[in-house]
């Protein structure tokens, strides 16, 4: 069974396609609940600024041979909501990551945690494949313990804006499939909000089979319609984060239940805990 980050992970990404042909709708999103904030109120430069430009309410961000481009949240936050609207690039794109996560790993360099969203490049004839992935404490002993999955898309995500989320609870987590959540099953520390656009051929598309080509320079990642909103790190004991459910409470509804066992029933390609190769006693939530 997979763990509750992962969950979550993979119900907020069945919203962003309720538009769109094939799954059946969750019936609520918390983006319903949250404004939009511009980048720069959310958001700066991170590295790459020559590779990254604000335009028309968007922000662009793009991979040629010198460089890519990410950015940071402004603050650091204990939990919350964080999404964006994402228009990937078409085409060849193999070796190319386009990606929305969170992340101490400025904060905790080599023993950090990780929750991420990945758009793994391809090739024209083969779809995009969509990775989330979890580290806690990082890999500071040089294990690494990943909690990837991957889904095949659904959709297109190049012919238009999709919306991706992360809710991200620290405390009153709805466990599912352990019960207790520790530094070693569950992100516990404050993170900061990133994206970006970056080179990695050595694993990205088909364990590296497939590199990036720049005679396709650029690959240019899009996002807009930015909402940030949680507890920040440092805050209230009082703040609690968007509830995921419409009742308000931590529990899904059966209908976006249901909505999220049909992706993964269907454009489910890979999950760690299914992964026979895996050291099981250090991933216990499975």
């Not at 080509?213 to 940030?228: A, E, H, M, W």
Request: charged share 15%; hydrophobic share 30%.
């Amino acid at each position: 069974m997979a763990p509750i980050f992962c969950f979550f992970l993979g119900l907020f990404l069945i919203v962003s396609s309720s538009n769109a042909q094939g799954p059946p709708s969750p019936g609520f999103s918390p983006s319903s609940r949250v404004s939009t904030v511009t980048f720069d109120q959310g958001f700066r430069n991170l590295w790459g600024p020559q590779h990254q430009k604000l335009g028309q309410g968007s922000l662009t961000i793009w991979l040629d041979k010198s460089s890519g481009s990410g950015f940071k949240s402004l603050r650091s936050y204990q939990s919350g909501y964080f999404g964006t609207a994402m228009k990937l690039h078409p085409g060849y794109t193999a070796g190319v990551i386009t990606s929305f996560y969170l992340s101490n790993n400025e904060e905790h360099p080599g023993n950090h945690d990780e929750i991420d969203i990945e758009f793994l490049g391809t090739t024209p004839d083969k779809p995009y494949t969509l990775q989330t992935n979890v580290y806690i404490r990082g890999s500071g002993d040089r294990n690494i313990i990943g909690r990837e999955m991957k889904f095949h898309m659904w959709f297109d995500p190049t012919k238009d804006y999709h919306n991706y989320a992360i809710l991200f609870f620290v405390d009153d987590v709805p466990i599912r499939s352990y019960s207790k959540k520790s530094d070693a099953t569950f992100p516990t520390r404050p993170m900061w909000v990133y994206g970006s656009i970056w080179d990695a051929s050595s694993w990205a598309t088909e364990n590296g089979r497939y590199k990036a080509d720049y005679n396709f320079q650029p690959f240019v990642g899009r996002y807009t319609k930015f909402r940030v909103t949680g507890c920040p790190a440092n805050g209230p004991a009082s703040c609690r984060p968007l509830s995921a459910s419409p009742s308000g409470f931590g529990s899904l509804s059966l209908q976006q239940v249901s909505a999220m066992l049909w992706v993964q029933r269907n454009y489910l390609v890979y999950d760690y805990c299914h992964d026979p190769k895996r050291d099981h006693t250090q991933i216990p939530e499975c």
